[in-house]
């Protein structure tokens, strides 16, 4: 039994709608894996080993598990890492055994998950490590649509914290927002009025960080500001509230920006641009 559980996140539906999505169900002669059906006896079965050709952050191997164990319940399936983990190249990952239409028919959807979880999950860790301690890699809402609390997952596999989930959780208030409200201390002192307890602001200009801490802000994001902007804002801030880099980080700027003072970086690319990482499944007769 898969254990896997993710606050917000239901395993079941995401693996029965994404092998749905692959095998047509519903479509004009969907609903059917042609390749395995037509080529593979029935009752053959398979043995196989999931592995990784690059060194990386595991994530996501629990989930690809529920892929196989959805079309086959009696595989037998044996995790040889965990999430979280940094491994080799060339390490296995999972070994698993059972009925080989079934395996193969799951093999893409267990292996697009676990590959672009695992890139999340390196990414990360790459983006941890540049830090070096001084301060908390946050990720963001730039997540692809339905994949949200997955790659939010992947982000702590790989040492980052997570941002705010979605909309109800925390304010944010942006650019637009403050555009619309009329000035950063007008959009933070409705947000305050309204009764909202965490008010996450962005402003892009030291001279917005008096106003926004004034009206209530519990949090700054300090967007695009260079270095020796960042590091004025964090004097002017004075540890009131956290203080949060944003905007155009890289893996070459990041350690600059982390010696700031800033108490948190948040990087979107994380979700947005991980490539996927190298992650192959082998079958042998068993």
């Given at each position: 039994?898969?254990?896997?559980?993710?606050?917000?996140?239901?395993?079941?539906?995401?693996?029965?709608?994404?092998?749905?999505?692959?095998?047509?169900?519903?479509?004009?002669?969907?609903?059917?894996?042609?390749?395995?059906?037509?080529?593979?006896?029935?009752?053959?079965?398979?043995?196989?080993?999931?592995?990784?050709?690059?060194?990386?952050?595991?994530?996501?191997?629990?989930?690809?598990?529920?892929?196989?164990?959805?079309?086959?319940?009696d595989v037998e399936i044996e995790m040889l890492v965990?999430?979280?983990?940094?491994?080799?190249?060339?390490?296995?990952?999972?070994?698993?055994?059972?009925?080989?239409?079934?395996?193969?028919?799951?093999?893409?959807?267990?292996?697009?998950?676990?590959?672009?979880?695992?890139?999340?999950?390196?990414?990360?860790?790459?983006?941890?490590?540049?830090?070096?301690?001084?301060?908390?890699?946050?990720?963001?809402?730039?997540?692809?649509?339905?994949?949200?609390?997955?790659?939010?997952?992947?982000?702590?596999?790989?040492?980052?914290?997570?941002?705010?989930?979605?909309?109800?959780?925390?304010?944010?208030?942006?650019?637009?927002?403050?555009?619309?409200?009329?000035?950063?201390?007008?959009?933070?002192?409705?947000?305050?009025?309204?009764?909202?307890?965490?008010?996450?602001?962005?402003?892009?200009?030291?001279?917005?960080?008096?106003?926004?801490?004034?009206?209530?802000?519990?949090?700054?994001?300090?967007?695009?500001?260079?270095?020796?902007?960042?590091?004025?804002?964090?004097?002017?801030?004075?540890?009131?509230?956290?203080?949060?880099?944003?905007?155009?980080?890289?893996?070459?700027?990041?350690?600059?920006?982390?010696?700031?003072?800033?108490?948190?970086?948040?990087?979107?690319?994380?979700?947005?641009?991980?490539?996927?990482?190298?992650?192959?499944?082998?079958?042998?007769?068993?």
């Amino acid at each position: 039994m898969n254990d896997f559980t993710l606050t917000g996140f239901d395993l079941d539906a995401f693996v029965q709608a994404t092998l749905a999505e692959d095998l047509g169900v519903g479509l004009e002669g969907g609903g059917v894996d042609v390749t395995s059906s037509s080529v593979i006896p029935e009752d053959a079965r398979f043995s196989g080993v999931m592995d990784s050709r690059d060194a990386i952050t595991v994530a996501g191997l629990p989930i690809a598990a529920a892929f196989f164990t959805a079309l086959d319940p009696d595989v037998e399936i044996e995790m040889l890492v965990t999430d979280g983990t940094a491994v080799g190249a060339g390490t296995d990952l999972m070994r698993l055994s059972g009925n080989a239409r079934a395996l193969l028919t799951a093999e893409r959807s267990a292996l697009n998950t676990v590959q672009h979880l695992s890139g999340i999950a390196t990414m990360a860790a790459q983006y941890v490590a540049a830090i070096g301690g001084k301060c908390t890699l946050l990720d963001t809402r730039k997540t692809i649509p339905g994949m949200r609390f997955l790659e939010k997952y992947a982000t702590k596999m790989g040492g980052a914290q997570n941002h705010r989930m979605g909309l109800w959780d925390a304010a944010m208030i942006k650019d637009n927002h403050v555009a619309v409200a009329g000035g950063v201390g007008e959009a933070v002192a409705r947000a305050k009025t309204a009764g909202v307890a965490e008010i996450i602001c962005e402003v892009d200009r030291i001279d917005q960080i008096e106003p926004a801490l004034e009206a209530g802000a519990t949090h700054l994001l300090l967007d695009n500001m260079p270095p020796a902007t960042l590091r004025e804002a964090v004097a002017m801030i004075a540890e009131r509230v956290p203080a949060e880099a944003s905007g155009g980080v890289t893996l070459e700027t990041i350690g600059a920006i982390a010696e700031t003072g800033v108490d948190y970086i948040s990087v979107g690319r994380l979700t947005q641009s991980a490539p996927a990482a190298d992650i192959g499944l082998d079958f042998q007769i068993a």
